[in-house]
C-alpha cells in the first residue's frame, strides 16, 4: 500500500459496538483510510468492541485513558464523599493521560484531529497546545438528547471554539450550536455503506404488523411514548401489533415504568410487545419489520431512520432534531408531533389500512437514503473540510 500523505487522529469516547456513534466512527474511520490521503489513527480511551473492529478492518489504533470528567449526567446522584475521592484520583491521573496524548500526537506525527462528538475532549486540549489543527464533529444534543451537561462548561465551550471547524450532522444541530460556538459550522450527514445496510431480509409476517424500535433504553429515546401509542390504537388494530424494542438497558428506572405502563393497560409482554435486548448489527435485520418508529424527544441525527428506509420499512418519527429534516411527511416517512401518543397511534393505524400507500412511501424512503446517504458521496465533504484547514499547516 503506498504511503499516505498525512495523518489523522480520528478520536471517539465510545468504546462499544451498542450506539449509532460507533458505527458511524468504524465506517468514517475505514472509508478515509481506504479513500483518501489520510492514514487513520484511532484512538480510544479503552478496549472494546469498536477496537476489536477497528483492528479487523486494520485500523491503526491507540488507547489512552482521558479522565478529565467532561460531561455528567443532568440531576446525577452522587455523595459528596464519592465526588472528592473520585476528582482526588483524577488530580492525579489526568496530567499522565495529558502527557501520553502529547507523546502519541508527537510520535504519530499528526497533521489533524477530528474529534467525533462532544462528550470527550481532552485530545483537542492538546492537539490545541501543540498547534494542530481540531476539527470537531457534533454528533449530539447533550442536554435534550442525552441528559447530559458539560461538567465545567467554560472550559469546554473555550477548547471547543479554538478549533479550526466544526462539522454538524444535521441542520438542527448547527442551528443549535452556533448560538455557543464560533468556528464555521459545516453541514455534513451521516453516510452508509448501502450495499451493507439495505434490503437484508423480507420477512415480513402476513397475520401480524410488526413495529421496531432500535435503541438504547432511555428517556430520551421514547420507547414510552410508542407503549403509550399502542395501548391507543383500535382494538382491532392492537390486536395484530407487534412491538418489538432493540437496545442495551441504560437507565432500568426508565424500564420499569415502561412495563408498568404495558401492565397498566392490559397489554402482555411476549404477545403484544417484546423486549429482545442488544443485538449486534440489528439493522440487518430491519426487512422482517413492517414499521420503523423513532420516538426519541431531539434525535440529532436518526441512524436508525436511514437503515430502516434502506430495509424498506415505512419510517414514523416524531417532528423535532434531525429525524424532521430526513423525514418528508407522507412523502418519505410519516412525522407525528413529538410527545403526542395519540397522533403516532393515528400513524400507525394509517400504515395498518393503507399497505399500497405504505408501500408507495417506503420506496420513496429507500430511494432518498441511497441517492443522498452513501460514503463515496458524503464523506469526500470532510476530507475537503481536512484539506481546507491543513492549508499553511502541513509539516
Keep these: 500500500m ?30 478515509i483510510e481506504c479513500n483518501s490521503e489520510y492514514h487513520v489513527v484511532a484512538l480510544l480511551k479503552k478496549k472494546g468492541t469498536l477496537y476489536e473492529q477497528l483492528r479487523n478492518r486494520a485500523i491503526e489504533t491507540v488507547v489512552v485513558p482521558q479522565r478529565r470528567l467532561w460531561v455528567r449526567r443532568i440531576n446525577e446522584r452522587v455523595s ?51 498547534g494542530i489543527p481540531v476539527v470537531w464533529h457534533i454528533r449530539e444534543f447533550l442536554e435534550g438528547g442525552l441528559s447530559l451537561e458539560f461538567a465545567d462548561s467554560k472550559h469546554a465551550i473555550d477548547v471547543i471554539n479554538k478549533s479550526c471547524q466544526i462539522i454538524a450532522v444535521s441542520g438542527a444541530v448547527k442551528r443549535f450550536h452556533e448560538k455557543v460556538f464560533t468556528p464555521h459550522i459545516e453541514v455534513v450527514y451521516n453516510a452508509f455503506d448501502v450495499a451493507t445496510v439495505r434490503d437484508k431480509k423480507k420477512n415480513k409476517p402476513k397475520d401480524k404488523f410488526r413495529i421496531c424500535l432500535l435503541g438504547r433504553f ?7 411514548e410508542l407503549v403509550q401509542a399502542l395501548a391507543l390504537l383500535p382494538e382491532e388494530d392492537r390486536n395484530i401489533c407487534e ?51 423513532t420516538c426519541s424527544t431531539l434525535e440529532a ?7 430502516g428506509m434502506l430495509n424498506k420499512c415505512i419510517v414514523i418519527g416524531g417532528d423535532t432534531g434531525g429525524t424532521s ?31 399500497e400507500a405504505v408501500e408507495v412511501i417506503a420506496e420513496n424512503g429507500y430511494k432518498y437514503a441511497v441517492d443522498n446517504l452513501q460514503m463515496d458521496s458524503v464523506y469526500p465533504k470532510i476530507i475537503e473540510i481536512y484539506d481546507s484547514n491543513m492549508k499553511g499547516t502541513i509539516k
Excluded at 402482555?268 to 414499521?291: H, M, Q, R, T, W
Excluded at 411527511?329 to 389500512?353: M, Q, R, V
Aim: aromatic share 8%.
Design 2 to 31: 503506498a504511503e499516505k500523505k498525512y495523518n489523522l487522529m480520528l478520536a471517539t469516547e465510545v468504546s462499544e459496538m451498542t450506539a449509532g456513534a460507533a458505527y458511524s466512527f468504524l465506517g468514517l474511520a475505514e472509508w
Design 325 to 355: 429534516e430526513l423525514i418528508k411527511d407522507n412523502e418519505t416517512g410519516l412525522l407525528y408531533h413529538s410527545g403526542n401518543p395519540g397522533e403516532l397511534a393515528d400513524k400507525i393505524s394509517f400504515c395498518i389500512h393503507n399497505p
Design 80 to 130: 459528596k464523599m464519592t465526588y472528592l475521592i473520585k476528582m482526588a484520583i483524577r488530580a492525579v491521573l489526568i496530567p499522565i493521560d495529558l502527557l501520553l496524548l502529547r507523546r502519541v500526537l508527537k510520535n504519530k506525527k499528526i497533521d489533524i484531529v477530528h474529534i467525533n462528538g462532544l462528550t470527550s475532549g481532552m485530545c483537542a486540549e492538546v492537539a490545541n497546545d501543540l
Design 243 to 293: 412491538v418489538h424494542f432493540i437496545g442495551a438497558e441504560k437507565d432500568s428506572e426508565y424500564l420499569n415504568e415502561i412495563k408498568t405502563e404495558i401492565s397498566k393497560n392490559g397489554i402482555e409482554i411476549g404477545k403484544s410487545v417484546f423486549f429482545d435486548g442488544f443485538i449486534p448489527d440489528a439493522y440487518k435485520n430491519l426487512g422482517d419489520y413492517n414499521c420503523l418508529c
Design 218 to 224: 432511555l428517556r430520551e429515546k421514547g420507547q414510552l
Design 301 to 307: 441525527f436518526g441512524r436508525t431512520t436511514i437503515e
